[in-house]
């Protein structure tokens, strides 16, 4: 697919999100953004505000499998990966696949389940498959998951570790909207006479495999590669941070990068693109150290000193 057909299928997309998540669509690019580079996506906010609601539209904008698992304190590995059942009839034991066997999977409040439920997804994250009593199942492609997290409510969680949380290309919140989207909002609903959304679906499954193909003829220019290594290599050596980006990091900006600059409608990557998504591929990685809560500085922040502070060159595409 053409980088040019590309960014003007995105760009239907994000309108026809738009429809129903009024005022959000920066978001609603990133996200997208996030899918394109095959990236799974962390989105951190407060109840309320159309976290889930997006992940749902979004898997029928892009005719995707979708499933959503509620996270609670009971719930257990087999209850996301499957599990092997015996079957009287047939005298055998069958696999039974469980809600992760899908293209989008909406993890809803990830941190109230516990740690070795969270751990279930490691390896469908990482390696699009799961492995169940020595047995290898490939997830079918694409594979995506968008996780939900609340950051009030912390008694009775279990905080992601860093490790799962470096699995996830972009961590973004939502926001509250203003007044006057919120009144659209309120309007909307009105007109629709009823609860329930939908939208129609805008690009295909194999288009988006497509367009996702298409980011890696998207040019990187040595000198912005050494920018992006740059700022990770800042985050390593700065005093306020315990724990740095690692290579991982590095990749994130790179793919987010591209997909930015592809929905742009461009062939190659300029530093504002890496500007552009550095604070959501990199700041959920950073581990600030303990003495800074007391002025409440957070790894947002940090990065978006080092953006300030790191030189971004003139890259000149070739």
């Given at each position: ?181 919120e009144r659209e909002i ?65 990749l994130a900006v790179l ?64």
């Open positions: 697919m053409k980088i040019a057909a590309l960014a003007e299928r995105t760009r239907e997309v994000v309108a026809t999100l738009g429809r129903i998540v009024v005022g959000k669509d920066a978001v609603l690019e990133r996200i997208l953004a996030g899918v394109l580079a095959n990236g799974h996506v962390l989105v951190e906010d407060y109840p309320g505000l159309a976290k889930t609601l997006i992940a749902r539209l979004l898997a029928q904008t892009l005719d995707l499998g979708f499933r959503r698992i509620q996270f609670t304190p009971d719930l257990l590995p087999s209850d996301i990966t499957g599990s092997f059942l015996y079957d009287q009839r047939e005298g055998r034991f069958e696999f039974r696949p469980g809600p992760v066997f899908t293209n989008l999977l909406l993890a809803d409040e990830i941190n109230r389940a516990t740690p070795k439920t969270q751990a279930a997804l490691l390896e469908a994250m990482q390696e699009s498959q799961v492995t169940i009593e020595g047995q290898s199942f490939p997830l079918e492609q694409p594979f995506l998951v968008i996780a939900t997290q609340n950051p009030i409510e912390l008694e009775g969680t279990y905080p992601l570790p860093e490790a799962q949380l470096d699995r996830f290309l972009l961590r973004v919140g939502v926001g509250y909207p203003d007044a006057d989207a309120l309007r909307r609903r009105r007109e629709r006479r009823t609860d329930a959304a939908t939208v129609p679906t805008i690009v295909t499954r194999d288009e988006l495999l497509a367009m996702q193909a298409a980011l890696e003829n998207v040019f990187v220019s040595d000198v912005l590669e050494r920018y992006i290594v740059a700022l990770a290599q800042a985050t390593r050596s700065d005093p306020r941070v315990a724990l740095g980006a690692s290579p991982r990091g590095s793919k987010l990068a591209r997909a930015e600059a592809a929905m742009r409608g461009r062939e190659f990557v300029l530093p504002d693109d890496v500007k552009a998504v550095a604070v959501a591929a990199l700041a959920h990685r950073l581990v600030l150290k303990p003495e800074l809560w007391v002025s409440r500085t957070t790894p947002a922040q940090v990065v978006e000193t080092l953006l300030q502070q790191v030189p971004a060159p003139v890259a000149e595409p070739s």
